[in-house]
């Protein structure tokens, strides 16, 4: 996946009303190892990784490029926003948009920081690269992520079969605001 590099990076750390968004840094090792092991956050992204390949192979700060948001919460990272440039999708509809992903710890899970998270992360795209629209696939089994998707305004494009299970892809138009 290529990255938004047309933008100024890193930004001044977001600030929601609980929330900081920012860069990540050699701090945020461990949160990572730990969300990308968690079988739980990969329940529908393939699996986790083994913890101790992840051990040895994370860089000292991981994901250091435009569009790569770690979400902190009280001082605590607790989930990561992505936004990278969709290259080589599975669907046409997606190739070259702007794609949102997004990682949680299970912990905190059902407090809404993954919605407010997302809808700053698109605040910034919006000022950095105004017009773009942005698309968001998940699979359609995952409920949370579905609701999510509404939530910040994504609108069905179409579903289709790929890794096993049926995918969702979904865009946000410019225009649409979060809330």
Same mark, same amino acid.
């Given at each position: ?9 890193? =930004? ?9 968004? !920012? ?7 461990? $949160?990572?190892?730990?969300?990308? &092991?968690?079988?739980?956050? /990969?329940?529908?992204? *393939?699996?986790? !990784? ?5 051990? !040895?192979?994370? =860089? ?28 080589? /999708?599975?669907?046409?509809? &997606? ?21 407010? $998270? ?12 105004? *017009? ?29 079969? &790929?890794? *096993? ?13 979060? *809330?």
């Amino acid at each position: 996946m290529e990255n938004l590099g047309s933008v100024a990076w890193p =930004p001044a750390p977001i600030r929601t009303e609980r929330l900081v968004l !920012r860069e990540p840094e050699p701090r945020d090792r461990t $949160a990572f190892v730990e969300l990308l &092991a968690s079988p739980q956050v /990969h329940s529908y992204l *393939g699996g986790p !990784r083994r913890r101790d390949e992840l051990e !040895r192979e994370l =860089p000292e700060v991981p994901e250091r490029w435009p569009g790569s948001f770690v979400v902190e919460l009280d001082g605590s990272m607790i989930g990561q926003v992505l936004l990278r440039r969709a290259t080589g /999708h599975r669907r046409p509809a &997606a190739e070259g948009k702007a794609d949102l992903g997004y990682l949680f710890l299970p912990r905190a899970w059902g407090a809404g920081y993954a919605a407010e $998270a997302c809808a700053a992360a698109l605040g910034w795209l919006a000022g950095a690269l105004p *017009g773009e629209p942005v698309v968001l696939t998940t699979q359609s089994a995952n409920l949370a992520s579905m609701r999510l998707a509404a939530k910040l305004g994504f609108i069905e494009v179409e579903r289709f079969d &790929a890794w *096993g299970a049926e995918q969702w892809l979904g865009r946000r138009s410019p225009a649409t605001s979060a *809330g």
